[in-house]
């Protein structure tokens, strides 16, 4: 008779008959997990184990990603008894949200810019959420717009909601709809959406709150203030809000009464155009909070406004010393890019392109940045005489020292000939790297939730062959992107890089044909690839990998990147 275990999770639970692996069977049920290369490599599927048995279901290679002794891979094992597991790294993802129907309560202005909107969700109406979510606004045809919950979840019964919206100068919503509204007109939502909430799980040692807010962003940070004071968990709680001038910061009478309770509470309004003798200074509340003298090995930090302080924000606490993982964040969009940019205009989002609410631009584009600056401080690593597996374990313990939580694919090194075979291909571990010799660094590190793929080839002499096929991979992928924003699909891109290929004396190779990224991890939404799309690639949710072999000698390259469309970042304003 076959056996029945129950596997016992965070989000839930679910039946095993203990012949398959605990990843199959959680697939099999529905149940959302984390997973990525399903071989046990990645180390993405590792769990906790805090009760129960369970057994291998296949030795481990040298290959393996090693887990802690507390864990296991969830696709390398199955279960031999009830199993209960976390994670540890990842947080389920709420279930599909569904429309819900409310009725406007009060509209009032708060700035002649900024209107104060309050709806209720009828007692009947399921609607849980944590402080610092947002939800989307249904509009009739067939649009959404995003506004944060700037209100606390009541214990029961009917939930109001407050929202906080400033008027934009084209804006149809805020210059039509919302001056239109009247209480008891009903509106049409879902939610809750976004991950930037309290409470969130904290490390040991976190006695500190910053909260960092550029306008209505100030509606996101709101609810985590108030939770955090009810919680009694933090010694200090700061505000930093930043506007164009005081009256910006239009909440600025409760937060001072809140100020006078007692000294865990502090704000800091931060004016951009503060005018003083010697001119008008521009002030940014990353600034101001940076030169504060907070302690920020032990500070949690929230940030909510415009992508450029959120972005500004991160750089430079992190330059202050702020952990990695302590900096939690909501970047506001402007209504027509809630979603992924399309390479072409108008363009409807494509099934392979899907992404979770939580994903955003500045979340890929921070990963990216991390990545290559780890390939590059890796590669330098690199000495004559390593071996590649010293290499790889060199490696992989400077992405943990970087703060990458974990591989959503093994490391690949690769020396000498071994440049020539993509990643899939076994590679010798006894391999050393030559005094004139070239090499593959390839890494796929998750940095707070985001894959950041990422891979280029080196040299360590003046090897003039050596140089030319290192720079083909290059020059193949730059060309292809151009290519990319011309408006080509995936696979035009590939037959295209072959062409260009042979014109650096390379062949491409077809083993390697791109793959999704995004919010880690991306496997939860299809393992397609880029070579088989017969649509125009979105921006920032697509790798483009280049992997050549030399004609005449035998060495090859490798370069990959996101495929981005050109970056004009806005100008910083507090």
Same mark, same amino acid.
Request: proline share 7%; hydrophobic share 40%.
């Given at each position: 008779?076959?056996?029945?275990?129950?596997?016992?999770?965070?989000?839930?639970?679910?039946?095993?008959?203990?012949?398959?692996?605990?990843?199959?069977?959680?697939?099999?049920?529905?149940?959302?997990?984390?997973?990525?290369?399903?071989?046990?490599?990645?180390?993405?599927?590792?769990?906790?184990?805090?009760?129960?048995?369970?057994?291998?279901?296949?030795?481990?290679?040298?290959?393996?990603?090693?887990?802690?002794?507390?864990?296991?891979?969830?696709?390398?094992?199955?279960?031999?008894?009830?199993?209960?597991?976390?994670?540890?790294?990842?947080?389920?993802?709420?279930?599909?949200?569904?429309?819900?129907?409310?009725?406007?309560?009060?509209?009032?202005?708060?700035?002649?810019?900024?209107?104060?909107?309050?709806?209720?969700?009828?007692?009947?109406?399921?609607?849980?959420?944590?402080?610092?979510?947002?939800?989307?606004?249904?509009?009739?045809?067939?649009?959404?717009?995003?506004?944060?919950?700037?209100?606390?979840?009541?214990?029961?019964?009917?939930?109001?909601?407050?929202?906080?919206?400033? =008027? $934009? !100068?084209?804006?149809?919503?805020?210059?039509? *709809? &919302?001056? /239109? @509204?009247?209480?008891? #007109?009903? +509106?049409?939502?879902?939610?809750?959406?976004?991950?930037?909430?309290?409470?969130?799980?904290?490390?040991?040692?976190?006695?500190?709150?910053?909260?960092?807010?550029?306008?209505?962003?100030?509606?996101?940070?709101?609810?985590?203030?108030?939770?955090?004071?009810?919680?009694?968990?933090?010694?200090?709680?700061?505000?930093?809000?930043?506007? =164009? $001038? !005081?009256?910006?910061?239009?909440?600025?009478? *409760? &937060?001072? /009464? @809140?100020?006078?309770? #007692?000294? +865990?509470?502090?704000?800091?309004?931060?004016?951009?155009?503060?005018?003083?003798?010697?001119?008008?200074?521009?002030?940014?509340?990353?600034?101001?909070?940076?030169?504060?003298?907070?302690?920020?090995?032990?500070?949690?930090?929230?940030?909510?406004?415009?992508?450029?302080?959120?972005?500004?924000?991160?750089?430079?606490?992190?330059?202050?010393?702020? !952990?990695?993982?302590?900096?939690?964040?909501?970047?506001?969009?402007?209504?027509?890019?809630?979603?992924? +940019?399309?390479?072409?205009?108008?363009?409807?989002?494509?099934?392979?392109?899907?992404?979770?609410?939580?994903?955003?631009?500045?979340?890929?584009?921070?990963?990216?940045?991390?990545?290559?600056?780890?390939?590059?401080?890796?590669?330098?690593?690199?000495?004559?005489?390593?071996?590649?597996?010293?290499?790889?374990?060199?490696?992989?313990?400077?992405?943990?020292?970087?703060?990458?939580?974990?591989?959503?694919?093994?490391?690949?090194?690769?020396?000498?000939?071994?440049?020539?075979?993509?990643?899939?291909?076994?590679?010798?571990?006894?391999?050393?790297?030559?005094?004139?010799?070239?090499?593959?660094?390839?890494?796929?590190?998750?940095?707070?939730?985001?894959?950041?793929?990422?891979?280029?080839?080196?040299?360590?002499?003046?090897?003039?062959?050596?140089?030319?096929?290192?720079?083909?991979?290059?020059?193949?992928?730059?060309?292809?992107?151009?290519?990319?924003?011309?408006?080509?699909?995936?696979?035009?891109?590939?037959?295209?890089?072959?062409?260009?290929?042979?014109?650096?004396?390379?062949?491409?190779?077809?083993?390697?044909?791109?793959?999704?990224?995004?919010?880690?991890?991306?496997?939860?939404?299809?393992?397609?690839?880029?070579?088989?799309?017969?649509?125009?690639?979105?921006?920032?949710?697509?790798?483009?990998?280049?992997?050549?072999?030399?004609?005449?000698?035998?060495?090859?390259?490798?370069?990959?990147?996101?495929?981005?469309?050109?970056?004009?970042?806005?100008?910083?304003?507090?």
């Amino acid at each position: 008779m076959t056996s029945s275990y129950t596997i016992t999770l965070p989000a839930g639970a679910f039946a095993t008959d203990g012949q398959a692996s605990i990843l199959d069977a959680a697939l099999a049920d529905g149940t959302p997990v984390p997973f990525s290369c399903q071989r046990g490599e990645c180390g993405s599927c590792r769990a906790q184990v805090l009760a129960g048995r369970y057994e291998r279901i296949v030795p481990p290679t040298e290959r393996s990603y090693v887990p802690a002794d507390d864990e296991l891979l969830m696709c390398q094992c199955r279960a031999a008894s009830d199993l209960t597991l976390r994670f540890p790294h990842w947080t389920a993802p709420a279930k599909a949200p569904q429309p819900v129907r409310a009725s406007v309560v009060s509209r009032r202005p708060l700035t002649t810019d900024v209107t104060e909107l309050i709806i209720e969700v009828p007692g009947d109406a399921s609607f849980d959420y944590q402080p610092g979510q947002h939800i989307r606004w249904l509009l009739d045809d067939g649009s959404h717009r995003c506004f944060s919950i700037a209100s606390l979840p009541t214990a029961g019964g009917p939930q109001r909601l407050a929202f906080h919206i400033r =008027r $934009t !100068p084209a804006g149809t919503f805020t210059n039509q *709809l &919302l001056p /239109a @509204l009247t209480p008891g #007109d009903t +509106v049409t939502l879902d939610g809750p959406h976004g991950a930037c909430v309290w409470p969130a799980t904290h490390p040991d040692g976190i006695d500190h709150l910053v909260l960092l807010a550029t306008g209505t962003g100030f509606a996101g940070v709101f609810p985590i203030l108030m939770a955090a004071l009810d919680s009694r968990s933090m010694q200090r709680v700061t505000l930093y809000w930043g506007g =164009r $001038t !005081p009256e910006d910061c239009y909440a600025s009478g *409760l &937060l001072n /009464a @809140l100020q006078s309770k #007692d000294g +865990v509470f502090r704000w800091h309004p931060v004016v951009s155009g503060d005018v003083s003798a010697d001119g008008i200074h521009t002030r940014y509340v990353q600034d101001v909070a940076a030169e504060a003298g907070h302690d920020w090995s032990r500070t949690m930090v929230y940030a909510c406004g415009n992508g450029a302080m959120v972005r500004a924000a991160q750089a430079r606490l992190r330059e202050m010393g702020l !952990p990695e993982g302590r900096f939690q964040s909501e970047a506001f969009l402007p209504s027509d890019s809630t979603g992924p +940019v399309r390479a072409s205009a108008g363009q409807p989002p494509h099934p392979w392109e899907r992404v979770s609410e939580r994903f955003t631009l500045d979340g890929i584009l921070d990963a990216r940045r991390r990545s290559m600056d780890a390939v590059r401080e890796i590669a330098a690593l690199m000495t004559p005489g390593i071996t590649t597996g010293e290499a790889i374990a060199l490696a992989d313990q400077h992405l943990q020292r970087m703060g990458a939580s974990h591989n959503w694919h093994p490391t690949y090194i690769r020396f000498g000939p071994d440049s020539q075979s993509p990643a899939v291909q076994p590679t010798d571990r006894c391999r050393t790297l030559g005094e004139n010799d070239i090499f593959v660094v390839d890494i796929g590190p998750v940095w707070d939730g985001y894959e950041g793929d990422y891979g280029d080839t080196f040299v360590t002499g003046a090897d003039a062959d050596q140089q030319r096929c290192a720079q083909a991979a290059r020059d193949v992928f730059q060309r292809a992107r151009l290519a990319w924003l011309d408006g080509l699909t995936g696979q035009a891109l590939y037959d295209l890089a072959d062409v260009y290929a042979h014109e650096y004396g390379c062949a491409l190779v077809h083993d390697i044909a791109g793959h999704r990224v995004s919010d880690f991890p991306h496997a939860l939404y299809g393992k397609h690839r880029l070579a088989n799309a017969d649509f125009i690639p979105g921006d920032g949710i697509w790798v483009l990998e280049i992997q050549v072999r030399d004609l005449a000698s035998p060495i090859g390259a490798f370069y990959e990147d996101v495929l981005l469309r050109p970056i004009t970042l806005p100008p910083l304003t507090a």
